[in-house]
């Protein structure tokens, strides 16, 4: 435990979905002075989240789905351009649990993943943790026409597309989503698409 933190009281402010919850605690700072100092923090568990591509092809794929906190905050369409992803239940692994996904939303079916990163992705607001993954696909691993659980009220359109393409999307802001930006990034620092590396 760490000596400079004491007294924490947690209150929980909403449970439905998730927990919102205010969390108040002493914190002691580096000139050695203690303060009382107030949080809010949402949990809705951890997630996963997955870059496919295609080296022969050059390809990679991702989904485009609509996201309400983005249609909230920006109060534009609240389409979303993202990697496929998923939030993972308690029971589940990261990797079992994205590998379910890609059949779900992307409709392939594939059987080893790698991961590359491990990241919070809003640590200041969110307990939430990013498990990311790489794999490559082909077109005998495709299974079905992906677009996610109809009951769950997903909508998934699923998008293959030219690396290089994913790439300007990034810096013509059609693609706004971090986990989809670091992994093309990865992939791009990495030469994942070999020689059409996106250049
Ligand atoms: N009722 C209700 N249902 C919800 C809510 N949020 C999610 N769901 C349900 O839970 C499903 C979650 O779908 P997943 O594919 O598992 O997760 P995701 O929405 O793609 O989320 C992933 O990406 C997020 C954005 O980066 C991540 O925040 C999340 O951890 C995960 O990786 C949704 O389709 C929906 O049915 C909510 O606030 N209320
Ligand atoms: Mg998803």
């Not at 760490?2 to 919850?21: C, E, Q, R």
């Not at 022969?56 to 249609?71: A, C, D, H, N, S």
């Amino acid at each position: 435990m760490l000596d400079n933190i004491k007294n924490i009281h947690i209150k929980t402010l909403s449970k439905a979905w998730a927990t919102l919850s205010e969390i108040n605690y002493d914190y002691q700072f580096k000139n050695g002075s203690w303060k009382r100092v107030s949080r809010e923090s949402y949990d809705r568990g951890h997630g996963t989240g997955i870059l496919l591509y295609n080296p022969e092809k050059g390809t990679v794929i991702l989904t485009r789905q609509f996201r309400m906190p983005i249609y909230q905050t920006k109060k534009e369409d609240g389409m979303s351009i993202e990697v496929c992803a998923g939030a993972i239940d308690d029971k589940d692994s990261p990797e079992s649990t994205i590998i379910r996904e890609v059949e779900e939303e992307v409709g392939y079916r594939i059987q080893e993943v790698k991961k590359v990163m491990e990241a919070y992705t809003s640590p200041g607001a969110l307990t939430e943790k990013m498990y990311l993954f790489v794999a490559p696909y082909s077109a005998d691993m495709k299974v079905n026409g992906g677009g996610g659980i109809a009951s769950e009220h997903e909508e998934i359109e699923v998008m293959e597309l030219p690396f290089s393409k994913a790439l300007k999307m990034i810096e013509s802001t059609e693609i706004q989503d971090a986990k989809t930006i670091m992994l093309l990034q990865y992939a791009h620092i990495h030469s994942l698409l070999g020689k059409k590396n996106g250049e």
